[in-house]
């Protein structure tokens, strides 16, 4: 009996594990690309004081008159690079650990539901406020998968997700400038996500079937922060 062997292993990334992470880069890559935006129209500026921080962060008054786009918009830009920076880690590790846990494509719609319910959070508790950043989004990831490891009983997954909202939550608790309404709106809006994502017996649920549930709690939470 002959045997061939197989090709031999690469030590580059197989194209299905590359684009496993396809979304979770071009997340990073809105981010970062947005930040590059704000600095090149405002060099000497704060880039929280620039022109486009100022028409693009999240302000209750002006979605009120008609700047719904605010509500998108905040989401993807900084106070500064530290604040980009600190962003994005928790977004690489966050996004990569429920993407392994859930897929891309369900890692992605807990974003966008981090995303409008922190929006929708800031709009109801702290309307007043210019708030820009990711962060939101990103307590989302953490409570999709602090749902998702709670009901698939993937006890790693859940003790992660749970020690970094903790840490996150009381680094920040005393920190002035923190929208805990934002982080916080993220966190549960999240947590729906996650739990629209796991059907019976614990299984994830199809990822259409996941799409269509939360493609209504996504627009329910933007008519809400329309109206809110």
């Known amino acids: 009996m002959s045997y061939t062997p197989g ?19 071009v997340l990073v890559a809105l981010n970062v690309g947005a930040f590059a935006i704000q600095l090149a129209s405002s060099p000497f500026d704060d880039t929280l004081d620039g022109s486009l921080a100022e028409h693009g962060g999240l302000n209750g008054w002006e979605v009120d008159h008609g700047d719904w786009y605010r509500i998108f918009t905040s989401a993807f830009l900084h106070a500064n690079a530290a ?13 990569g650990v429920l993407t392994l ?5 369900r890692m ?15 709009l109801a508790f702290a309307p007043e406020t210019l708030t820009v950043g990711a962060s939101g989004a990103i307590f989302g990831l953490a409570g999709g998968a602090l749902v998702v490891g709670w009901r698939q009983r993937r006890v790693l997954l859940l003790i992660f997700a749970a020690g970094w909202t903790v840490y ?12 805990q309404a934002g982080h916080l709106g993220g966190l549960v809006a999240g947590g729906i996500a996650g739990w629209l994502l796991v059907g019976e017996r614990a299984q ?11 493609a209504a709690l996504l627009v329910a939470l933007f008519v809400g922060a329309l109206v809110v």
């Open 7 to 25: 090709p031999a292993p690469s030590s580059r990334p197989s194209r299905s594990t590359a684009s496993t992470f396809t979304a979770l880069g």
């Open 83 to 95: 604040h980009l920076f600190g962003n994005l880690v928790a977004l690489v590790i966050l996004g």
């Open 101 to 105: 846990a859930a897929g891309p494509l």
């Open 108 to 122: 992605v719609l807990v974003y966008a539901t981090g995303l409008l319910g922190s929006a929708f959070s800031v």
């Open 168 to 179: 996150a939550l009381s680094s920040t608790l005393f920190v002035p400038g923190i929208s």
């Open 204 to 214: 994830l649920r199809s990822e259409s079937a996941a799409a269509g549930l939360v």
